[in-house]
């Protein structure tokens, strides 16, 4: 018997989940995260996951890891200090960056303007130039490039990025350079912008390219010390570690290109919530993940998540493809106040984070936050996280006080249900941002809700997008990690072309195309995926002539059959994306910039847990009732253990169901039913749901 394990790291928890590959029997454990050194977290949790499942560590076969360090050390400016090395004439790339400011008229006049990644005094300039069609115009000094490379080395960079104008075209000076650093710099980390992004745009190559150099060492420290602690602890299980596109790499892998791992954590969370939708028969849907500190949202569309060219952290934006996930600064940690100049109640995106956290923690935190105001409201159980933590509830009343002295609020209840209310609206607007502003009607997905305060959340969300069922997975407060254990190996490969498709055929883009998916294939093959077992994916950056942006575009393969009729679709499944996001198209020659091949392998078996028949009656999970308040009055709710409901058991709300790692608010007028998969599906009972119809289900 063999298990995968799953471990994701957020800002508050880290969640474990071990999995049994024969049975899909699931044992969970959460505890603390430790910012300081995350492996202690991480060894700390597989110990309790394994001890709660009787099982030695020799015994797990995989580990599967989303990670945040790359993402922090970006959040918090701990990057290593990195030294530039770019073509003569382009030493300011990323000072002159993109004219982007945030906010709106004249908000350069506040915006303090972020410093580069890489400093200008740690960028030098190389004499060597590559043409926009590979052709070497200059050759590379590789004098001048030992000068500057010693001038760096007295600069006291920690890591090398190499980034020569074209270098996506004619990748050969970059390399001469890297092999000349190698030798001058030894011990240094490099970085060439045509390994990390092989793609036109010289100031996003760049400021890519520096990003990956600015974590490379964190990470691969990271994943060197966690491997060896594994090693230590018993476990020969393979380290793989999720990218932000929800793909699986080798730790190896990942610590060559930490750049792709800007978003691993949440993108764990949408590969969790596709398996527990699929299970429940949903291929429509809205992610909705609210931890302690923020909440990530993202759109799923026919099982598939939609993924973005562009990865965004805080003011880092990136060109790296990664699920497209928005986040806001709502979380369970996140803090009430009442700023003296509008004196309107605000929450977050300051968090209590998890030290002190929360007042109710009663850990040193006195500031009011959602979770006080769960407390207050009576949502909350005593205990969280398996009784890791006990909550104090009149230590959450007294923080919630203080909002209810400086408003006009009155109560404390009034004061933690107007916390809730703004909250909640923030965390709509999130979700607008990946359905409404895409182009989709919300009402037209399910909405899977998830993370250690989704659930609390989740159906008052699902009032305010009008998105049925709201899907409570099994275990939420660890479908992260669940997700980590269930998605599968990847890797990508691209080209910038350039070519309008009057200057393309059908034959010479099918060529393209079948040398990048053997290139994707090949690294699989080396992480002993077969080839029979691998699964190729084609896509498109298409725009029309002489605009100035791109649209990525999936190309059907099987339309490259000889016929001629391959670009001819690829044309048409372009315009149909343009209209559905600008509501028109144009006359414009298509053009295509890039193109990609991704290379997937086998998702897991895993066995899916199946709960034993009910008759509908929950009342053999009912623990006790509790007095809630819910709508500017208190009523009394049921309070139910999951673990105990069964198949087709019907909760009406008011309600709370409680488990280990999470807590589900069911409102008065809707009711959650239990489906075999075990997660609980929250419809409204008294009207029609617009949206919640067969088009959804299998």
Known sequence: MTYRLGVDVGGTFTDILLIDEETGETHRAKTSSTPEDQSVGVLRGIERACAAAGVTMDEISEVFHGTTVATNAILEGKGARVGLVTTDGFRQVLQIARSFVPGGLAG?????????????????????????????????????????LGVLATQG??????????????PDHERRVGEIAAELLPGIAVSLSSSVLPELREYERTI??????????????????????????GVDGKLCILRSDGGLVSAGVASDNPVNLLLSGPAGGVTGATWVAEQAGF??????????????????QDLTPRVGRETTVGDLKVRATSVDVRTVGAGGGSIAHVPELTQALRVGPQSAGASPGPAAYAAGGTEPTVTDANVVLGYLPTDLAGGEITLDREAARAAVKSIADATALGSVEAAAAGMIDIVNENMFGALRLVSVQQGFDPRDFALVAFGGAGPL???????????????????????????????????????????????????????????????SRETLAKEGV??????????????????????????????????????????AAFDVEHERLFSFVLDNEHELVTVRATANGPRPEVAAPVLEDGDGDPVAALVERSAV???GAEVEA??????????????????????????????PGHAATVHPSGSLLIRPTDTPTPGDDDRKEN
């Open 530 to 571: 077969a080839e029979a077992d691998q699964r190729l994916v084609y896509s498109a950056d298409l725009r029309y002539h002489g605009q100035g942006f791109e649209i990525p575009v999936t190309i059907d393969i099987d339309s490259f059959d000889g016929s001629g009729a391959g670009i001819a679709a690829l044309r």
């Open 457 to 519: 959340h989740a159906n008052a969300l699902g009032r305010l997008t009008g998105a049925w069922p709201v899907i409570i997975p099994p275990s939420p407060g660890v479908l992260c990690a669940y997700g980590d254990a269930t998605t599968n190996l990847r890797d990508e490969s691209v080209r910038t072309l350039v070519r309008r498709f009057d200057e393309l055929s059908d034959d010479s883009l099918l060529e393209i195309l079948q040398e990048l998916g053997a290139a």
């Open 638 to 667: 049921g309070i139910y253990d999951r673990a105990r409901l069964r198949a087709g058991d019907v909760v009406a709300g008011p309600a709370i169901v409680t488990e280990m790692d999470s807590t589900t608010l069911v409102l």
């Open 629 to 631: 308040w819910v709508e």
């Open 157 to 170: 960079i920690e890591a090398l990025s190499i980034s020569l104008i074209n270098s996506y075209a004619n």
């Open 208 to 233: 890519t390219t520096v990003a990956n150099a600015a974590v490379q060492p964190q990470v691969k420290k990271y994943v060197a010390n966690l491997e060896s602690q594994l090693v230590d602890a």
């Open 108 to 148: 350069w006049i506040i915006w303090p303007k972020p410093e580069p990644l890489a400093a200008l005094e740690d960028t030098v300039e190389v004499v060597g130039r590559i043409g926009a069609d590979g052709s070497v115009v200059t050759e590379l000094d590789e004098d001048d490039v030992r000068r500057k």
């Open 283 to 300: 291929r429509d849907f809205l992610t909705f993940d609210m931890g302690g500190t923020s909440t990530d949202v993202a759109l799923v």
